[in-house]
């Protein structure tokens, strides 16, 4: 039994397993570790901000998912985390693989995947991406606009299979920017009107195009599984459409992903095992309902897979205590590491990293680095009141949509990405330089940054 197991009132009370990779612990110095690693020698070798991902948790949300899901196939949502070592354990753990850039098919590619394996999304695909994934043997690009069946039908060389994406008119009540499967939004088609029929009649009677079945997906951070049912239900009625209308059966059905996961204590968590029992009679039933043949289904995990997987550190810089009783605790990175909190109004948990403390908490915001107002980490969050410049903090839930939308921000490189797994570390991603981000500057003079550069070395390792 560790220390920290014999008095929990040390520093970490309160830590909920269920928002941190399945590894992590306190060991007897009352420093957070993941993957077997203290968290504070992390920090120590790759410096602050760093993303930490845990392998083997990412690992096991693929085979929860393979296993509450047998005979499904699951395509993770690189979206949410990509790197070319990322791409080798999807493919280790059999999953295929949706992108919806250049950039991730090229690091799909590069990794070595099977293009087979490979799902090609956007609402606004580039001729030139089009075009790169076509050659490249991509195994389904899902079609969103009229202008993607023109091109694809013209600029082919050897039949592509597509999928065609339908808006299901499914509402999940959340955020209007991860609301994506309701009318008057950017993807796909509408089911009213006949939208989505004439789409998939253009499609039918192109010879280079093979129509294999519909792709939808209602949005992110999804609770409720019962709203996969019903997206389920109106896409096979569409399908028996398609079949009357034009005589093609289709064989494919892709619900998208959109997993919800918590984020904070009290979050709701998506139930695996009940939306595997939903998805089964929703297509049983709605099936028997319009005397059609059972589809392949296709679901594409991202954030329920790599969120959870995923901490950020950061070093404390300031502490500062306003009128009226705020405290604001400031840090080494912000919202060009994570901006989800600007976006989106996110909430994180967070802990201290480095120390036992037996001090009282006491209610913080924690803020970044960036000269804006709403650079902020978390709000109204309890860290130890003796919390000081030096300390290492750790955010929860940091997997997803954090690597993939971070930016340069007041020209701050990106942060490193490291995993972690045995007690051993890995650098996937090396931190982004002043020198990297200098060298596109077309006009900047270097012998001049050559010598002033040596001076900044040492912060940007």
């Not at 520093?11 to 993957?35: M, Y």
């Not at 969120?307 to 604001?328: M, W």
């Not at 400031?330 to 600007?342: H, T, Y």
């Not at 200098?438 to 390792?461: I, V």
Request: hydrophobic share 40%; with cysteine.
């Amino acid at each position: 039994m560790t220390l920290s197991e014999l008095l929990p009132s040390l520093g970490h009370a309160g830590l909920e397993r269920r928002l941190w990779p399945s590894s992590t612990h306190i060991d007897d110095l009352g420093q957070l570790c993941v993957g077997g690693v203290p968290l504070t020698e992390v920090a120590d070798e790759f410096r602050t901000p760093t993303y930490v991902l845990d392998e083997e948790d990412f690992r096991a949300r693929i085979r929860r998912y393979r296993a509450a899901l047998p005979g499904v196939s699951i395509a993770y949502a690189g979206k949410s985390l990509l790197t070319t070592t990322v791409v080798r354990w999807i493919d280790q753990e059999g999953l295929g693989l949706d992108v919806c850039s250049g950039g991730e098919l090229a690091t799909a590619l590069a990794a070595g995947l099977d293009p087979a394996r490979i799902i090609l999304h956007g609402n606004a695909k580039t001729p030139d991406e089009l075009r790169d994934a076509a050659a490249a043997g991509v195994g389904r690009v899902v079609v969103d606009s009229p202008l993607e069946i023109a091109f694809l039908a013209g600029q082919v060389r050897r039949r592509q299979t597509v999928l065609l994406r339908v808006i299901p008119g499914v509402d999940i009540g959340g955020h209007p920017a991860v609301t994506t499967g309701v009318d008057g939004q950017k993807f796909g088609f509408t089911i009213g009107g006949d939208q989505a029929l004439d789409a998939a009649g253009r499609i039918v009677h192109q010879p280079c195009l093979s129509m294999a079945g519909l792709h939808c997906h209602i949005g992110s951070q999804v609770a409720d599984p019962t709203l996969y049912g019903q997206a389920i239900t109106r896409m096979i009625a569409v399908m028996a459409d398609i079949r009357t209308r034009f005589g093609v059966t289709l064989a494919e059905l892709n619900i998208g992903g959109g997993h919800a996961v918590p984020y904070v204590a009290g979050d709701p968590e998506f139930d695996l095992a009940r939306f595997g029992d939903i998805v089964e009679h929703s297509l049983e039933s709605a099936c028997a309902a319009a005397n059609f043949p059972r589809p392949a289904l296709t679901v594409e995990p991202g954030r329920a897979i790599s969120a959870r997987a995923g901490i950020t550190l950061y070093r404390v810089v300031a502490v500062k205590s306003q009128p009226g009783g705020h405290t604001f605790v400031a840090v080494d990175g912000g919202m060009s590491d994570n901006p989800r909190v600007a976006l989106y109004g996110a909430k994180y948990t967070v802990t201290l990293a480095n120390r036992h403390t037996a001090t009282p908490s006491t209610t913080v915001t924690v803020v970044g680095r960036h000269c804006e107002a709403g650079d902020v980490i978390a709000r109204g969050v309890q860290l130890p009141a003796d919390i000081h410049p030096g300390d290492l903090l750790a955010v929860a839930c940091t997997g997803a949509y954090h690597h993939s939308m971070a930016s340069s921000y007041n020209t701050v490189g990106r942060p490193p990405l490291v995993a972690v797994t045995g007690g051993r570390c890995h650098q996937l991603i090396r931190r982004e330089t002043t020198a990297d981000l200098l060298a596109r500057d077309c006009d900047m003079p270097s012998p001049a940054w050559s010598e002033q550069g040596k001076s900044f070395g040492h912060q940007h390792r």
